[in-house]
């Protein structure tokens, strides 16, 4: 519970979100000393949000609105996007989350979005993208009489920009891209990705079409448009474009896809623009030029003694409301069309976080039907409630400009000051400092191992598990390192049944579900749902058909699916006891003290063609296995061949201490150079990616298999301080830290 001070409410914050917030939230000076307390941010968030209500009425009692916004937010009810929390009351004063920038068909339109989005990553933002109006490579450009290079080598230009920009700030620039599904080089973006390394600052999502997924279902072919000039250019079978899609999306997770014409019925103001894309993490779409302003309520702080406290849960939507409204009459928009197209349209987007939780405190698991039907109800509730916000505040300040023409006032509906009011967000850090599970996902996990020095082990378990395994007896360190090995508490006999139910994970849950969960909350949302459908290692192709398949059927809007281990990318074990299957013949699994050279070896050379010339690759074995490995370039000396050298000798190093040719392999192929060689399967990227096939050949030559490693669960690692991540509303997220690749 939080403690109070007198009227003031200090917020109940765990190590974890106080982490978060130092490193990436509280105010600091030049030199990175924290110059506010979480309390102080929350004040200062507060107060400028509720500045706002000046600017309608001159008497209002700011005082009192900034008590109840700080009072909500300290109680952790409710939390505004990252950047609002970040900015709001600061120089900068950019509070929106994300944007959507046109592409024209055009060098000019296409060099001022690249300007347009470095300003905003400046300012915190992320943006989307339609890059559908551009005409396909090699298309005529007849003011050059050449040819177009088409989307994907233009997308390439705003990733290096991204990337730039990244290098410093509170919040990463990410990135949406879109291609529609009857665009002419849609096979080419479909594969973009497939190279892990490049386009690392894109989220890409196809864009499908209601004649497109009729097509599928009949098997047949479907239009190829160029948008050039509006003509047929060529035609595909679109069941074997969406068997392409699935199958990238099986082996990397993206793409993802977009159901654009359900985007487009749902368009509250047709009248002023089509929407062609949405933000980085998909939920919101939005016309170009629009900005987003999200927030969450916690709805882990909505029960109370087994039931829902729904009266509570109105003062909080129709507060959050209030001050998401006022956060677009604040915000400091970092372009003259953004905040003109934002202003005419004063779109908002309330969503939750901690639905998971909620769950659990109603002992309702999260694969049942109750849940599904829960989720539905509650999101109605909030839905309603928001509306009704919404109509309270244009018979007060007015309704959004853009109104008049509006599917709302064409059905006559009552005014509205907000276009849209909900979204489901993935909820990310915000969550982290809420001590909320994320967005509608469910758990991801219910217990964590967190080695935070060399050999410091923490393990992390989910509050109210902790709780309820102390009150029935059968808490224990050990079972909860045993959890976190596993991932799950499914299977474990000393936890009892009814406990296992409702402590169910992303991993112990069907796909399905995730996908019948997201279409709950989706009935009751203006915008769209961020969810992310996890997928176990071992999950086919079809798996992933099957789900992209039921998101159509039941009227989601997009679709984001991550299969573990699919990103080449390292991985962290929850689990130490694996089972593992063996590699390499005479290797063995358990790491070995550094073995002696013998003055005799046996050996083997291959030949590898790099772009800096042939490239010789000599490995040697002992008795027991791979021993060491040497490199000659056919190009003497350079740093090329110096770099070989360290190659080698650390390689041999590996193998004598014990580590196996597959985790060397996994280490050195596919790092790029500026000079490949080769094409297709026999490409070439680099001289360490040349080592790794050489490796990869001797082994298979010598009777052995490159395996994957079985894990019993896994995760990937965080790029700022090595802690697991997780896959969750189509972005990336560390609770350890607070990294985001979204925010």
């Excluded at 941010?41 to 009692?61: G, H, L, N, S």
Aim: net charge neutral; glycine share 8%; hydrophobic share 40%.
């Amino acid at each position: 519970m939080e403690k109070t001070t007198g009227a003031a409410v200090i917020p109940a914050l765990t190590k974890n979100a106080l982490t978060v917030l130092e490193r990436r939230y509280l105010k600091r000076d030049k030199q990175g000393n924290v110059l506010e307390t979480p309390v102080q941010m929350f004040q200062r968030v507060a107060r400028t949000i509720a500045e706002a209500e000046r600017k309608f009425d001159e008497q209002a009692d700011v005082a009192a609105l900034t008590d109840a916004f700080y009072s909500m937010m300290a109680r952790l009810e409710f939390l505004p996007n990252s950047p609002t929390l970040m900015n709001a009351g600061r120089e900068l004063g950019q509070l929106s989350a994300c944007f959507v920038l046109p592409v024209g068909d055009s060098m000019e339109d296409i060099f001022d979005a690249v300007k347009y989005t470095a300003l905003i990553h400046k300012s915190g933002g992320g943006t989307g993208f339609s890059f559908s109006r551009l005409r396909p490579a090699n298309d005529v450009v007849l003011t050059t009489t050449g040819i177009s290079s088409g989307p994907i080598s233009f997308m390439r230009v705003f990733d290096v920009a991204t990337e730039t920009i990244k290098q410093g700030g509170t919040r990463r620039g990410a990135n949406m891209g879109i291609l529609r599904v009857d665009h002419p080089d849609i096979m080419d973006f479909v594969m973009c990705k497939a190279d892990h390394r490049q386009l690392n600052n894109f989220n890409i999502s196809v864009g499908l079409t209601e004649a497109f997924m009729k097509a599928v279902e009949k098997d047949e072919n479907y239009d190829l448009i160029n948008p050039r000039n509006g003509l047929v250019t060529g035609q595909l079978n679109a069941r074997k474009v969406f068997n392409r899609i699935v199958t990238q999306a099986w082996e990397n997770g993206e793409p993802g896809i977009v159901f654009l014409d359900r985007l487009n019925r749902d368009n509250p103001t047709p009248h002023v623009g089509t929407i062609e894309s949405t933000n980085p993490c998909g939920e919101q779409p939005l016309l170009p030029y629009e900005s987003c302003n999200l927030g969450s309520i916690n709805l882990a702080t909505m029960v109370a003694e087994g039931r829902i406290l729904w009266d509570k849960l109105k003062e909080v939507v129709l507060l959050a409301v209030h001050f998401l409204d006022n956060v677009v009459e604040v915000n400091k928009y970092p372009l003259p069309q953004i905040a003109e197209m934002t202003l005419a349209n004063r779109k908002i987007g309330l969503g939750v976080m901690g639905w998971a939780d909620m769950l659990i405190r109603l002992a309702i698991p999260y694969n049942t039907d109750e849940a599904v039907e829960l989720g539905e109800k509650v999101m109605k509730f909030i839905s309603d409630r928001g509306h009704e916000a919404s109509r309270a505040l244009a018979a007060v300040r007015g309704a959004f400009p853009n109104f008049i023409g509006s599917v709302y006032e064409k059905r006559g509906d009552a005014p509205l000051r907000n276009a849209t009011v909900t979204t489901i967000a993935p909820t990310g850090t915000i969550s982290i400092i809420a001590n909320a599970s994320s967005g509608v996902e469910p758990l991801f996990a219910v217990s964590y191992i967190r080695q935070v020095m060399d050999n410091d082990i923490l393990v992390e378990v989910h509050p109210y598990f902790e709780k309820l395994a102390k009150e029935r007896g059968f808490y224990s360190p050990q079972l909860m390192q045993c959890i976190a090995e596993l991932g799950s508490v499914q299977g474990i006999d000393e936890i009892p049944d009814d406990i296992r139910k409702i402590f169910v994970t992303a991993h112990d849950i069907t796909p399905e579900v995730h996908i019948r969960m997201q279409a709950a909350f989706q009935k009751c949302t203006d915008n769209a749902v961020s969810k992310t459908v996890n997928f176990r290692e071992s999950a086919t192709i079809q798996d992933v058909a099957r789900v992209y398949e039921l998101a159509y059927k039941l009227d989601c809007k997009g679709v984001t699916i991550y299969r573990d281990g699919s990103r080449d990318q390292q991985v962290l074990s929850v689990g130490k006891k694996q089972e593992t299957d063996r590699a390499i013949p005479r290797e063995t699994e358990e790491a070995a003290p550094k073995r002696e050279r013998p003055k005799i070896l046996k050996g083997w050379t291959y030949q590898m063609q790099t772009g800096c010339g042939p490239l010789y690759v000599t490995i040697n074995e002992d008795d027991t296995g791979l021993f060491e490995l040497f490199t000659t370039m056919g190009k003497a000396g350079g740093c090329a061949a110096s770099q070989n050298e360290a190659i080698g000798r650390m390689v041999s190093l590996a193998w004598r201490s014990g580590l196996q040719a597959r985790q060397v392999i996994k280490q050195l192929q596919g790092i790029s150079c500026h000079s490949p060689s080769g094409f297709g399967e026999n490409k070439i990227m680099s001289c360490a990616d040349a080592v790794a096939k050489a490796i990869q050949t001797h082994v298979t030559a010598n009777g052995g298999k490159i395996h994957h490693e079985k894990r019993v669960f896994s995760k990937g690692a965080c790029p700022d301080c090595g802690g697991i991540v997780e896959h969750e509303g189509g972005c990336v997220v560390c609770r350890a830290c607070g990294f985001s690749e979204c925010a």
